[in-house]
């Protein structure tokens, strides 16, 4: 009986940390989820550039809050380029938006790349 017990043991063991190996995966949490909603509504609202780019890509780092209206706010714009500057804070400014997950006041830093 207690050979029957030990291997029991063992046996639960062996199960309960196959099973909290397995429960814990690598998905994404909601606000990463968020951040990325948030990204993809940039991508769509920046659409189309004006730029005629042969080769090369223009890259920003946007800092963007959400205000209490819904409203993208930009914060700033990081670029080498002035007009890439205008055209980022002109496309999202005051553009409402509905994404579950981001918080309003909170600052989150988008990483744009046109091509």
């Known amino acids: 009986m207690k050979k029957f017990k030990t291997t029991l043991a063992i046996i639960t063991i062996s199960f309960s ?5 397995s429960a814990n995966t690598t998905e994404p949490t909601s606000g990463e989820l968020a951040k990325k909603a948030l990204r993809a509504k940039i991508v769509k609202l920046l659409g189309n ?12 780092d946007v800092a963007i809050m959400l205000n209490n209206k819904n409203e993208l706010v930009v914060v700033s714009v990081e670029s080498d380029n002035d007009q890439l500057d205008n055209f980022v804070t002109g496309k999202l400014n005051y553009k409402k938006v509905m994404i579950k997950g981001i918080a309003p006041g909170t600052i989150y830093k988008v990483p744009v790349k046109i091509k």
């Open 17 to 21: 940390t196959i099973a909290s190996i």
């Open 49 to 60: 550039h004006p730029y005629d780019l042969k080769s090369d890509v223009l890259k920003a």
